[in-house]
């Protein structure tokens, strides 16, 4: 037992707890019972679940207590599923060549969860897919690269707790599938041909069956199962896991260093990442790479004392002195660097990637395409409903009032499929991301001049092409896509809104082309089922509207407003006075009558503590747009007491996160 509470031994360690689940994800993979095998992590989320492959927001147990006992070197967990009345212990204690996992019940296990019940242990896939297992010694397979297991159904108890209604509607969707084993016995051997992996599990009792949670999600991972058996208490689970551990293995050293390169007259400081029995060497070199492919030795200087932290223990090594352009490795011990330039321009470049890759493809409501590849179709052109009050959405949103002005829940409110960026990993429009996205891009051109042009953007036919200049700076249309956004809501709500979300959880985790989450039309109730007429469907997969209006979204979407107008000037006046004219009307009103913070209002709520005024934001990007900082006054002084110009880079700073 360490000092921190896992248990370990050199090559070797298992956690048990030492992180929880999130509360609203709940299903991520790095917590329960975990092993570290040779420096990787193998496996993960060991614990009793209720399904053979349980994915995002499925039912977890309460951790109710964790304790170490050190002077028998065991772990326990103290957990509960208290909608079913079902308490127990998970237990990992080390022993001869492992661990043993037992799982103790405070009573035999309730009728409705016999065959249900199951303790769980996740396996990742990266490692062990296309690597071989063995079971019961004789019984020899493949980890399957692609998952391709009988699908059954797995339908909910009768009297089975009430999941929320958008999880039961999901449920629903996905038909209540689950894999069957593709393996079972009492011992199993995993990555018996790879011997920085290969661990063996044996049961003493319940079978083990090895299923692919892949069958029902891209990211699951392999899963080693056995039943809870009906009439056990104490032993009801007992593994016995024996990791094949290289002797004396020591993890190898990882050099982190700037990828991109270093500015000749900069500071050149890479950290050594260091397992703490590695017999460190004290320095370490920099080699120059020649055109002929050969490495010569440029420099060589010592690396600091070692400082702990967490698992492993970390050094500086400092090689300044390099000055010289060119091509560079950094070589410690056995490890080498990939090469880096040193140069003049080393970082002239790395923003292009953001501007004319990353953020063109997040693009809304267009089609983004690359020389052959389609990244996406346009997008959600049938946005939007106004989100009807069903209590708190997934991911934390929440609708707070049932009406909006002239709309209520439910209702289309149009004007709403322009402009926007998709969410990371998600296609939801955070509010707070596109309000700082237009301002950061606002503040890069008017700092920077920046002119670049490698994009088509034409927001009438709804296309964007990479890697074909129009004559427009990229900075220019980007914002000019974002304000067309905010615009839209000013225009058709009358205020900035918390953000546009996926309605239901299919939707919601479809990955692939955004065009294809939705069939474009505008939802008409009236229709019939899968009844199409003109631009209307029967289909209610229109995105929801979050309406909920609060001070920190107005004051940034005003200041956002005022960015983009001083952007767009001489590219589309048109739409540089609709922003500007929108920010000072939004301005009074908001002087006028001042939104107040609601009581509840789904992830982003109120400014974030400690955050910056927004009346400052908005009266540094006014005074930048050229007009007054007081819209409504002449002639009235700024209010930031700083350069407007340089006052609004505090909108440049990266907010609390609002979404996962």
């Known amino acids: ?15 048990l707890y030492d992180s929880t689940y999130h509360p609203v994800f709940v299903d991520q993979k790095n917590t329960a019972m975990e092993m570290i095998l040779h420096g990787q992590r193998i496996a993960t989320n060991g614990d009793v679940r209720l399904m053979p492959t349980p994915e995002q927001w499925d039912l977890v147990a309460t951790l109710e207590g964790r304790h170490a006992d050190k002077a028998n070197n065991r772990l326990t967990a103290n957990l509960a599923f208290p909608a079913f009345d079902f308490s127990y212990t998970l237990e990992v204690s080390a022993e001869p060549g492992g661990v043993k996992v037992s799982v103790n019940l405070d009573k035999p296990l309730p009728v409705k969860l016999a ?4 303790f769980n ?3 990742l896939p990266s490692i062990y897919m296309g690597k071989a297992y063995l079971m019961d010694g004789t019984k020899a397979g493949i980890f399957p690269r692609t998952p391709d297991d009988p699908m059954v159904k797995v339908l909910p108890l009768p009297d089975e707790p009430k999941k929320a209604y958008y999880l039961e509607d999901w449920d629903k969707a996905k038909g209540y599938t689950q894999p069957l084993p593709f393996a079972e016995g009492k011992s199993i051997t995993l990555g018996v041909d790879d011997a ?3 661990v063996n599990v044996t049961s003493e009792a319940a079978d083990l069956m090895l299923f692919d949670g892949r069958d029902r999600a891209q990211n699951g991972w392999f899963v080693l199962r056995s039943l809870i058996p009906a009439g056990k208490t104490t032993g009801a689970i007992v593994w016995h896991i024996r990791p094949d551990v290289i002797p004396n293995w020591t993890r190898p050293p990882m050099i982190a260093h700037s990828q991109v390169g270093y500015v000749p007259g900069f500071s050149k400081v890479a950290v050594l ?10 320095t370490a070199k920099v080699l120059r790479l020649m055109e002929d492919g050969s490495y010569k030795p440029i420099f060589e200087g010592p690396i600091t004392p070692s400082t702990p932290w967490l698992r492993y223990v970390y050094s500086k090594f400092d090689f ?13 011990a056995d490890q080498r660097t990939a090469p880096f330039p040193i140069s003049r321009d080393a970082y002239a470049n790395i923003w292009q990637d953001s501007l004319d890759h990353h953020i063109a493809e997040q693009m809304d409501h267009v089609s983004v395409r690359e020389g052959y590849r389609m990244w996406h179709g346009a997008s959600h052109l049938d946005d939007g409903r106004m989100a009807p009050v069903v209590g708190e959405q997934f991911d934390g949103w929440n609708q707070a009032t049932a009406t909006d002005g002239k709309y209520k829940g439910g209702d289309h409110i149009p004007g709403m499929n322009v402009g926007g960026w998709y969410d990371a990993g998600d296609f939801d429009l955070e509010e707070p991301a596109q309000l700082s996205v237009i301002q950061s891009l606002a503040l890069a051109y008017r700092e920077f001049n920046l002119k670049y042009d490698e994009l088509t953007v034409d927001e009438a036919t709804r296309s964007v092409e990479m890697h074909r200049p129009d004559g427009v700076p990229d900075t220019v249309q980007q914002v000019k896509h974002g304000a067309l956004y905010i615009l839209a809501q000013f225009h058709n709500i009358g205020h900035a809104i918390r953000g546009t979300h996926e309605p239901d959880l299919r939707q919601y985790t479809q990955v692939g ?9 505008i939802y008409d109730p009236k229709l019939g089922p899968n009844e199409v007429k003109g631009d209307y469907s029967s289909k209610p997969d229109d995105r929801w509207i979050f309406t909920t209006n609060n001070p920190f979204f107005q004051w940034n979407a005003i200041a956002a407003l005022a960015a983009a107008a001083d952007t767009l000037k001489g590219y589309d006046d048109a739409l540089a006075k609709d922003c500007l004219e929108t920010a000072i009307k939004a301005w009074n009103d ?6 107040q913070n609601p009581a509840r209002s789904g992830l982003g709520g109120a400014a974030p503590a400690g955050a910056p005024g927004g009346g400052v934001l908005a009266a540094s990007q006014g005074a930048v747009s050229g007009t007054p900082a007081n819209p409504g006054t002449t002639n009235a002084p700024p209010t930031p007491p700083f350069s407007p110009a340089r006052g609004s880079f505090a909108v440049g700073l990266e907010w609390p996160r609002l979404s996962n």
């Open 1 to 15: 037992m360490t000092d921190k509470n896992y248990l370990n031994t050199q090559g070797f360690s298992v956690f």
């Open 115 to 118: 065959g249900r019940a199951g």
């Open 121 to 123: 242990l996740e396996f």
């Open 196 to 198: 920085l992996a290969r």
């Open 273 to 282: 990442e260091l397992d703490p029995k590695y017999n460190a060497p004290k």
């Open 320 to 332: 300044t002195p390099v000055k010289d352009p060119g091509l560079y490795v950094i070589e410690y």
């Open 513 to 521: 082309d955004g065009a294809s989450k939705t069939d474009g039309r």
């Open 590 to 595: 908001e002087k006028a009558h001042p939104t």
